[in-house]
């Protein structure tokens, strides 16, 4: 943002799905080579309404209704990028983007280092994801691990209304491919001051939510919220919690990350993914590597079990949730 504070600013209360259709209406309406592309974006305003209205202020040459393919959407968008569109596709979710996973993996995050800089791939992939909505198998999916071990690509995560469309603004002026992943069940949770005008949210800066002295609680998306339950409840406890929301998995903000587990000594990491694999992993890593000797227990995670997200009956069981997070701090502050 700019030096003006948010009370100079002019404002909407927006939701998180609202702030991202404000986010693509604001860069089309400034670049006629933004286009969007997708299953249903057009008239129907896709599968969760994110495009709703746009197709009737750009018309269809710049919002697409594509077939069922996954694949040939971001495939069109690759080839869209390297000739001077910028390309924003929507997965309906997450877990459908398995069929286009090789032409992410092997050609947008690649043609860039490919070309020695001659191309670069200028795209956004929109893909909502996580549990919480009880939705059918697959549509659930969490697997942001899958995307994070490629380099050339940026994984971006908002968890709040003023996040979501100061990071979309953001990927969409990137030079590189951004997969930018929009929590589901945070979609229409609440609402939030979201300045009218453009700005931008860094991609790749976490943000500490609340400062603390005791224990780093680190989370992204859906899980920022679980987070902040868990920390106010020990805060009545006395327990004084540092709360970071990573915004960006790759790459990860080093810098803020360190300095808070250098400040508190003790690490509790909250992901939905399966705990095997799963992002909290290279955050673990990053401490050992640069704040080890600061620690005075160990690090510890709350994440989803190692079995495929679990049919709605059960998904309460599966999600991490705010007792299962304060349990974890607990352990850590009294170890």
């Not at 808070?260 to 799963?278: D, L, N, Q, W, Y």
Request: net charge negative; hydrophobic share 40%; glycine share 8%.
């Amino acid at each position: 943002m700019t030096t003006k504070t948010m009370t100079e600013v002019k404002t909407n209360k927006l939701t998180l799905v609202q702030a991202v259709t404000d986010g693509m209406r604001t860069m089309m309406k400034e670049h006629d080579d933004i286009l969007v592309l997708g299953e249903d974006v057009g008239q129907n305003g896709g599968v969760f309404r994110a495009t709703e209205g746009l197709v009737h202020e750009f018309g269809e040459d710049r919002v697409i209704d594509t077939p069922l393919a996954e694949a040939g959407i971001v495939g069109t968008s690759i080839g869209l990028a390297i000739n001077g569109f910028r390309p924003i596709a929507e997965m309906q979710f997450l877990g459908f983007v398995y069929p286009a996973y090789e032409q992410i993996m092997t050609h947008a995050s690649r043609i860039r280092s490919r070309t020695m800089s001659k191309f670069s791939v200028p795209m956004v992939i929109r893909a909502p994801y996580g549990g919480g909505i009880r939705a059918p198998e697959i549509h659930s999916d969490s697997v942001e691990a899958l995307f994070t071990h490629m380099p050339g690509i940026k994984v971006v995560v908002p968890s709040n209304p003023y996040d979501a469309k100061g990071l979309l603004i953001a990927a969409i002026e990137d030079p590189d491919p951004v997969l930018f992943m929009e929590p589901m069940r945070s979609y229409r949770a609440f609402k939030a001051d979201v300045p009218e005008s453009k700005y931008t949210v860094e991609i790749g800066k976490a943000a500490t939510l609340t400062e603390g002295e005791d224990v780093t609680v680190i989370a992204w998306g859906n899980m920022v919220s679980v987070a902040q339950k868990a920390v106010e409840q020990m805060s009545g406890d006395g327990v004084s919690c540092e709360l970071l929301d990573l915004r960006t998995l790759y790459p990860l903000d080093r810098e803020t990350i360190v300095e808070s587990v250098k400040k508190t000594g003790r690490v509790v990491i909250i992901h939905e993914a399966p705990e095997t694999g799963g992002a909290g992993n290279d955050v673990m890593a990053l401490i050992n590597d640069e704040a080890f000797l600061y620690l005075r227990a160990p690090m510890t995670k709350v994440a989803g079990f190692d079995a495929p997200f679990p049919f709605f009956a059960l998904e309460e069981e599966y999600l991490p949730t705010p007792a299962r997070v304060k349990h974890a701090i607990k352990e850590a502050v009294t170890f």
